[in-house]
């Protein structure tokens, strides 16, 4: 069965340091991948999404992800995050239409 | 430029109750679909439909009935209300268009239902 992995349920960094969140996922053809984020009492907010070609993609709000066949991986990265950043992320592959989430991953950003 | 709409925002049941949670779309989205969302357990699928008339379960489907009689229109049943069903429930609407990958999911702003 298709499944995400986010391990780190829990991040905290300060402004203006680099963000790196991990993303695992199984899956057995050419996945379409998505970086949700939610911030508290909100919907969901489409940051950025794979579907093929080049495997380093730009999102919204300075966030970029890659993409690594090799190691079924789908990162999320931020070079420098601001207070703003602070959220719960969701890796997501779209399986036939269905979207299966990880876990999430909830950012603190330290002034 | 409404998107996804769901309604109430809010709502308490009490155990036994029945209530029908309201999701519309007006972009014409074939994909419709409905999570639930728990701490630490991230967004489960309950049901899906691909098109009027078609639905199917997804991952948590127990307690919950759809229906899809309209592309707009996707409410969700709670038949029983139980308070294990206390949870954040949100609506998603995507489209493939007939021409492979879906694009990403648009989601409401969500449903806060406490079951008492």
């Given at each position: 069965?298709?499944?995400?992995?986010?391990?780190?349920?829990?991040i905290t960094v300060s402004e203006g340091a680099s963000l790196e969140?991990?993303?695992?996922?199984?899956?057995?053809?050419?996945?379409?991948?998505?970086?949700?984020?939610?911030?508290?009492?909100?919907?969901?907010?489409?940051?950025?999404?794979?579907?093929?070609?080049?495997?380093?993609?730009?999102?919204?709000?300075?966030?970029?992800?890659?993409?690594?066949?090799?190691?079924?991986?789908?990162?999320?990265?931020k070079p420098s995050v601001h207070?703003?950043d602070?959220?719960?992320?969701?890796?997501?592959?779209?399986?036939?239409?269905?979207?299966?989430?990880?876990?999430?991953?909830?950012l603190?950003v330290k002034? | 430029?409404?998107?996804?709409?769901?309604?109430?925002?809010?709502?308490?049941?009490?155990?036994?109750?029945?209530?029908?949670?309201?999701?519309?779309?007006?972009?014409?989205?074939?994909?419709?679909?409905?999570?639930?969302?728990?701490?630490?357990?991230?967004?489960?699928?309950?049901?899906?439909?691909?098109?009027?008339?078609?639905?199917?379960?997804?991952?948590?489907?127990?307690?919950?009935?759809?229906?899809?009689?309209?592309?707009?229109?996707?409410?969700?049943?709670?038949?029983?209300?139980?308070?294990?069903?206390?949870?954040?429930?949100?609506?998603?609407?995507?489209?493939?268009?007939?021409?492979?990958?879906?694009?990403?999911?648009?989601?409401?702003?969500?449903?806060?239902?406490?079951?008492?």
């Open positions: 069965a298709q499944s995400v992995t986010q391990p780190d349920i829990h969140l991990r993303c695992n996922y199984s899956y057995g053809a050419t996945p379409y991948l998505f970086w949700y984020v939610q911030s508290p009492g909100q919907g969901l907010q489409l940051l950025l999404k794979y579907f093929s070609g080049d495997t380093l993609v730009q999102g919204i709000k300075g966030f970029e992800a890659e993409f690594k066949r090799s190691q079924s991986s789908f990162n999320l990265r207070w703003s602070a959220a719960e992320y969701f890796c997501a592959v779209n399986q036939g239409g269905k979207l299966i989430f990880g876990q999430g991953t909830e603190s002034p | 430029n409404a998107g996804v709409t769901q309604t109430p925002k809010f709502q308490v049941l009490k155990t036994g109750q029945s209530m029908t949670l309201q999701c519309a779309q007006d972009m014409n989205h074939e994909y419709m679909s409905w999570y639930r969302q728990d701490p630490g357990m991230g967004l489960r699928l309950i049901h899906y439909s691909v098109g009027a008339g078609i639905t199917d379960q997804g991952e948590v489907p127990n307690g919950y009935n759809v229906s899809r009689s309209t592309t707009e229109d996707f409410p969700l049943r709670l038949l029983s209300a139980a308070p294990s069903q206390t949870s954040v429930y949100f609506c998603a609407s995507s489209y493939s268009g007939g021409k492979g990958p879906h694009t990403e999911a648009f989601f409401g702003q969500g449903t806060r239902l406490t079951v008492v």
